[in-house]
Nanobody, 126 residues
Framework: QVQLVESGGGLVQAGGSLRLSCVASGRTFTDYVSYYGVGWFRQAPGKEREFVASIRWSGGSTSYADSVQGRFTISRDYLENTVYLQMNSLKPEDTAVYYC???????????????WGQGTQVTVTS
């Protein structure tokens, strides 16, 4: 099993920044961490969950949705088994519940992943 715990959400004005954290744990993850991809999805009220960003644990290759490219940065900390999402120049349309996800291999943008966190709310006011 893999457990994912997100933190760092909150309320921010447009143009501001937030950093989300996702701590991964569980024997399945720690023993095979180099094979995993970790990423972030978000779901706004009344909308479907959408891909935001992902990173391969081994090698660190990243992928971003067009809507956040250049504003968001995903990174990982090997020692802490933590993935971060630095969100800058936030817009009201970034308001959503943000979910951390992990899966074997690269994170698919369709959300067909093995593990999800509980989500953290991000609200951007205009």
């Amino acid at each position: 099993q893999v457990q994912l715990v997100e933190s760092g959400g909150g309320l921010v004005q447009a143009g501001g920044s937030l950093r989300l954290s996702c701590v991964a744990s569980g024997r399945t993850f720690t023993d095979y961490v180099s094979y995993y991809g970790v990423g972030w999805f978000r779901q706004a009220p009344g909308k479907e969950r959408e891909f935001v960003a992902s990173i391969r644990w081994s090698g660190g290759s990243t992928s971003y949705a067009d809507s956040v490219q250049g504003r968001f940065t995903i990174s990982r900390d090997y020692l802490e088994n933590t993935v971060y999402l630095q969100m800058n120049s936030l817009k009201p349309e970034d308001t959503a519940v943000y979910y951390c996800a992990a899966t074997w291999g690269m994170i698919p943008t369709n959300g067909a992943v093995g593990y999800w966190g509980q989500g953290t709310q991000v609200t951007v006011t205009s």
